[in-house]
Structures are given as C-alpha cells and as structure tokens.
C-alpha cells in the first residue's frame, strides 16, 4: 500500500485512528521502550511525535496515532502504562480532540508550474518559507485532512520533497475528560 | 562520606538488604568487583552467566527475596539474556547489574561492548543506564523497588565502568518519594464495587474452580488461600507456577490443569459455570484453544497487572489486587456457593476412573521415570525443594511429586528453559541451606549448564541432581511420535558418563540402572551432605507424558494414558 493509499484508506475510515497523549519522563530510552512495545505486540503507529511541552523539563509529551483495529486499544494503553517511564495517558478519540500537524514542501519552479503552484498556495492557506531560483519550500501547519489536501494538489509536481511532522492534539474544549 | 562509583554501588546493594549475590567478574565490572572485597556480602562464582542468571532466580524463588546477579560488558551480559527473559516471564523479582563500556567509547563498538538496553528492553520490567555516580544510590533503591513490588520482575542497571571510578557523597534515599518514580504505581486501592460484584457470583455459582497461579505464590496468599477454600468447600486446581501453593494431599485438589494437567482439573474447568483466577493468567499451555475453553464458566479474575484481564478472555469482575488481600476482602464478605454436592460427586467420579496413572516397572526394563520421582519425593522430608528444567521430566515432576507447601517447586514456566534445573537448584540452596534442593531434571536440558557443578561444589552449595535420562530429548521425541508420524528428527542424544562428569567436578557421581539400584542411589544420595551429588537414572524412552492436550486443540479432547482408553 502506497502512502496515498493509507490516506485514502485513513480518511474513509476515521473512527480507527486513536490519538495516545502520552505524558513521559525525559529520560534516554523512553521512545525505545514505546517504540519496542509497539514493535513486539505488532501493533500499527499511524505517526509519531515528540516534544517537550508545558510539563517542564523533567517530561515530554509524545503524541501517538494509533491504528485502533491493529490491536485493542485496552492492550495498548495497559501496555503503555506498564512502562516505568510513562506517567499519565490521554485516550483522545479524534472527533473529541483538536488535531494539527504541519507539512514542509520543496518544489521544483522551473516557468510552467509558478502560477498553478501559487494558486495551490493561496488556496492551501500555505505559506512559502524559502525561495530560491529554481525552487521554493512551503510550510501548512493544519489539520491533518487540510495536510493531506495539499500532498494531494502537490502530487501533480515533479521531484518534490515533502515532509509531514505527525500530528499533536489537545481535547477540544467542552469535551468531558 | 566520599565513595567511588564502584564502593556506592556495593553499599546501595547492601543497605537493600542483599546479603548474597551470584556474578562473574571481567574488565568493566573489575572495579567493582575490587570493591566487592570489602563487604559482607556473599558473592557466588558461576562458571556461566546463564547459570548465574537461574541460580538468581532460584533463590528468588525459594525466598522471596529478590535475586542479584552481578556479571560484566558485553559477552558477560549476552549470556545472562535468558534467565533475564524467564524472569519476565514467570515474574521473579531479579536485579542484574551489568558493567558497561566508559561512557566516552558508548557507541563505538569498544572491546567488549553490547548495548544490553536496548537487548533487554523487550524482557526487562525497568532498566537503568547510570550515568554518573551521583544517581547510584537512588537507582539501587528504584531498582529493587520495581523488581519487587506490584507484579515482579527483573531490572536491569548497566553500569559504565568511568562512572564506577567517579566519587560521589553518600547518601540513601530515605522515601520512595526520594526514588523519583512518578510514573510507577504498584498497587491501587481495592475496588470494593469489584469485591461485591465477585462475592455475588459466587453465591449463584454451582460448578465454581479456583484457579490458582503463580501470583498466589508471589503474593504468599497460601494462608489465604486455604481459609477460604475451606470455608467455601470449593475446589482448587494449580497450574505449573502455583505448585505448592495449596496442598496436593487437600481433598479439595484437583491438581494441574493444561496440556498434561490431570484429567479431573481440566475437565472440571471445561465444565465449571464460575472460574475463579488468583493469579493466573490464561496461558496457552493452560486454555489449549481459547474459543473453547471453559465455554459455560463466567470469570473472576484477581491479578496485580490489570493488562493481564481480557487480554486472552473476557472477564465478568476484574479486581485488580494482590491474590492475599483479595482473598481476605472477598473472604470477609462470607461468599459461598449454595450447594456444591452434584459438582464434587461429579469431580470425584473423575478422580475415581482417570487418576495420574503409570504402568508398573517391568523386570529388566529401564527405569519408569515417574517412579524415580516418587522414590525420591518418598525418601524425603517434608519442605524438600525441587526444581526442573522444561520437557517430560518436568511433567513428571509436577504430576507425581507431592507438592505439600509454597516455594518448594521451582520450575521455568513461562520460558520453558532447558538449563534452568540445576543453576535454579544451587540458588535455592543457597537461599535456604537447611532445606534438601533436588534438580530433577532430563539429559538434554542438563548438559545446557552442567559447568555449574563445579561452581556447587567449590562453593560448597550441596544439592542433588536427578537425571532422568532416556537419551533422547523426550518431550520433542514424544511430539515427533503423535503429531509427526513418527519421523524422529534429531532428538536421539548418546549419553555422555554423567558418573565421571560428577566426579570431575568434584561432585559424587552414582548411575542407577534398575529398581534396587535406584533406591540404593537415593538413599545414599541423602547420606551425603558434604558434597553435591549426582544420579544418572536410566529411564525408559518409551515412556510419554499423560494426559495431553495437544498444542491448540480444545481441552474437551484430551487424551489420558492407553491404559485408561477405550470402553
């Protein structure tokens, strides 16, 4: 399956997807742990970040997309909890959680693609981040639907570079805990 | 006070109570060991870490105290990676402190260098990488604080050897606040709601089991165990972990329920409306296929790791506890089945027709290798110790030696560890040197860490060893049998002189060939006290282990012993 599939597959069904707020100790090891975990009990990552947050220094939050159908989703967050460096997890489903990620793009702009690259741009609400004579890098911190939007506009382009970060999410607000 | 790295190490071991520990030493570790000279506690040389590594096990095992293994980088910590494995997976509480390449070479392939983090990370409850001398005091203190509480395990400190020279002030940490753990929580309060829920079930159940693992053991709930199973006149069957844990010779035993499990405990569960698990946790080796195993029983399910309910079968009340309290909350509640005559006429008709059964030893035949066990367990007192590796033997063990007590059945369950026996066997002996440990184990699996005679008697750990050996690895050999058609596929293992291994290794070495030579072995075996002693008995390889259910088939078709077939 090509990664348009997925999104495809993804889009079409969006109840399978999970969102894991995982409260961690900052410690070496920790996205090993995770990782392995994950690894060993074959269970699906959608995508997967991690960063420091309001916690402090002493924890990072990693936020993790989870194929809920690849495993059940009481494994994966019993499991998850068993590790001695995981403090607090928030199972968000998606329609209950604001849901950004952000999207880098170079593009090649030899003359025949400026104008239909700047339309996609403007109508992306993307933002173009470096340029040079023969290429520009655009940036979209969205919703992962509005990310998925652009990869697909961008698909008509030749020799792009594209990178997705993964998404973080907080609960929407109003959302019972 | 200033200390190096090395000297806070060894003290943090001792303020955690350990008194005696099993190791190796080798480059990384050699500061430590130099250390280690100045201290009172006991250290026991093994001739391998995977030896050393089951000897840890064993005294967890037979104490409850938590096992330490001390080896160095590298090879030294690769070979300990199996016991660290069947640790996790029977839950023995075991420290293992490894030495580690100086943190400035970390990476870069350095002499006797592995990444034992990232190795174990899969088969370890917790590990540390210490990364200055500072952190060791509280790492000792966390590590014996996880291997120990909630449900038990190994952890891991891999300690690099540029911070065992570093100095640091001592201090211990006086809290397990001080432990800096905050995302550790090894017990919660019992769920009451939960409690009631399980006492109702009770009350409404006509066919109930109880179903008891090896957490009843971890948790020392023998006591608890018996009140209440006396109280509510309910049977009892224990699996492979939990051997020991209520008597054999209680007429409310049913005895082991599984794949060679009595008939009796593993059609009573098959049959039973409420299985009751203390413990346990659904193992394959125990529920053959899933679907249909136990298809009318609701379930209560008592464990300390709440991962452990619904992961193999739907329960009807979780209480997510230790098996001693809960026993006591639910005992408290006064719960009891109305009427259980129909059930225990039933289980006893079963007992009645399918016994554990052995045909008698035949004139000029080799030894029959349950009779073996049940000379010896005759021949000794009550409290002995047995430990096993994996395979027939094993069975055989559990089946006909008379459990009567907790912590005297030693046994790698969830592993299956060829080589466990013996190594687990010294280390029991150790723990409690008063008590006679016998390695009951098979000529396959004994060979795996036989070097570790000369460990036992160097250091004048005084066990016996009991060889059944049919030269062949029987259990595999019994599988090429019924599920192979017959086709042998290296399984047939020439004997080598077990007699001069033994005496090699300073050991008493005795072969026991017929019924009067076998009691004869035995009874000087348990003369000798001195110095380990090791019994070659030669058993008979057309022997096979029943019952059985075979590996994924349902329970409902388990096969007893020919004898009992047929009519």
Not at chain 1, 112 to 132: E, M, W
Not at chain 2, 73 to 97: F, K, R, W
Not at chain 2, 365 to 370: E, F, I
Not at chain 2, 501 to 526: D, L, R
Request: with cysteine; net charge negative.
């Amino acid at each position: 399956m090509n990664s348009h599939e997925i999104i495809e597959e993804v889009i079409h069904t969006p109840v399978r997807l999970h969102i894991l707020s995982v409260k961690v100790e900052n410690k070496p090891g920790v996205l090993m742990r995770i990782a392995g975990l994950f690894t060993r009990r074959g269970f699906n990552i959608y995508s997967l970040s991690v960063a420091p947050s309001e916690l402090g220094a002493r924890f990072s939050r990693v936020t993790i997309v989870v194929d809920a159908e690849s495993a059940p989703l009481e494994q994966i967050v019993g499991q998850l909890n068993k590790l001695i460096n995981v403090v607090e997890i928030s199972d968000l489903s998606p329609k209950d959680a604001v849901e950004r990620e952000l999207l880098i793009a170079t593009v090649p702009t030899h003359v025949d693609v400026r104008t239909p690259l700047l339309d996609i741009i403007a109508t992306a609400n993307a933002a173009i981040i470096d340029v040079d004579s023969s290429a520009v890098t655009i940036m979209l911190a969205g919703t992962p639907s509005a990310c998925d939007d652009l990869e697909r506009e961008l698909e008509a382009f030749a020799n792009v570079e594209l990178y997705r970060t993964g998404r973080v999410a907080l609960p929407r607000l109003g959302t019972p805990a | 006070m200033q200390l190096t790295g090395a000297q806070a190490l060894i003290k943090s071991l001792e303020q955690a109570g350990v008194d005696v520990m099993f190791g190796y030493p080798g480059g990384a570790i050699l500061p430590t060991y130099d250390a280690l000279l100045d201290s009172s506690i006991r250290h026991v040389l093994v001739r391998h870490e995977q030896g050393g590594g089951h000897m840890a096990e064993g005294f967890a095992l037979a104490t409850g105290k938590p096992g330490v293994l001390m080896i160095t980088s590298g090879p030294g910590a690769t070979n300990a990676i199996t016991p660290i494995a069947d640790a996790y997976l029977d839950s023995v509480p075991l420290v293992v402190i490894t030495g580690q390449v100086s943190t400035s070479v970390m990476g870069t392939d350095a002499f006797q260098e592995a990444p034992i983090i990232g190795i174990t990370a899969g088969i370890v409850k917790h590990s540390y990488l210490v990364q200055s001398a500072d952190e060791i005091p509280r790492v000792v203190a966390a590590a014996f604080y996880i291997a120990t509480t909630g449900r038990p395990g190994p952890v891991l400190i891999d300690f690099p050897k540029n911070v065992s020279l570093e100095t640091m002030e001592w201090y211990w940490p006086s809290s397990v606040e001080e432990l800096d753990l905050p995302g550790y929580q090894p017990e919660v309060a019992l769920d009451m709601d939960a409690v009631a829920a399980a006492a109702e079930l009770i009350n409404q159940a006509e066919r109930p089991i109880l179903y008891v693992g090896g957490g009843t053991i971890k948790s020392d709930a023998s006591k608890e165990l018996m009140a209440f199973a006396e109280r509510t006149g309910m049977p009892v069957v224990t699996t492979l972990q939990a051997r020991g844990a209520f008597p054999d010779s209680h007429e409310q035993h049913l005895g082991m329920p599984g794949m060679h499990g009595t008939y009796t405990a593993v059609t009573a569960i098959q049959q039973s409306d409420l299985l009751i698990s203390l413990g346990a946790r659904f193992d394959d080796r125990v529920t053959g296929k899933v679907s249909t195993f136990a298809p009318h029983a609701k379930i209560i399910h008592v464990d300390i790791d709440p991962v452990e309910f619904n992961k193999i079968k739907k329960v009807n009340v979780a209480i997510q506890s230790n098996v001693a309290t809960a026993l006591s909350a639910l005992d408290k509640t006064g719960t009891k089945p109305k009427n259980l005559e129909v059930w225990w006429k039933q289980l006893n008709a079963w007992r009645e027709e399918f016994p554990l059964f052995y045909e008698a030893q035949e004139e000029g035949s080799p030894l029959r290798p349950q009779m073996v066990i049940e000379a010896i367990n005759k021949s000794s007192k009550p409290g002995t110790i047995v430990s096993t590796d994996v395979g027939q033997h094993q069975m055989y063990a559990s089946q006909f030696w008379k459990f009567e007590e907790p912590r005297t059945w030693l046994s790698s369950g969830g592993a299956g560890t060829m080589g466990f026996g013996l190594p687990a066997a010294m280390g029991a002996k150790v723990g409690a040197p008063d008590t006679t440990v016998w390695a009951i184990v098979g000529d396959g699996g004994v060979v795996m860490t036989i070097q570790e005679l000369l460990a036992a008697s160097a250091a004048g750990i005084n066990i016996k060893v009991c060889i059944l050996n049919n030269e062949f690895l029987g259990m595999v050999y019994q599988w090429q049998q019924l599920v192979y058609d017959g086709r042998l596929s290296h399984v047939a293992l020439p004997s080598p002189d077990f007699v001069k291994i033994a005496e090699g290794m300073h050991c008493v070495g005795i072969k026991a060939t017929t019924e009067a030579e076998m009691h004869a072995a035995i009874k000087q075996a348990n003369e000798i006290n001195d110095r380990p002693v090791v019994i070659d008995f030669r058993t008979d390889a057309r022997e096979n282990v029943w019952p059985m259910v075979h590996a994924g088939a349902s329970n409902d078709d388990i096969i007893v012993h020919p004898s009992q077939r047929g009519n």
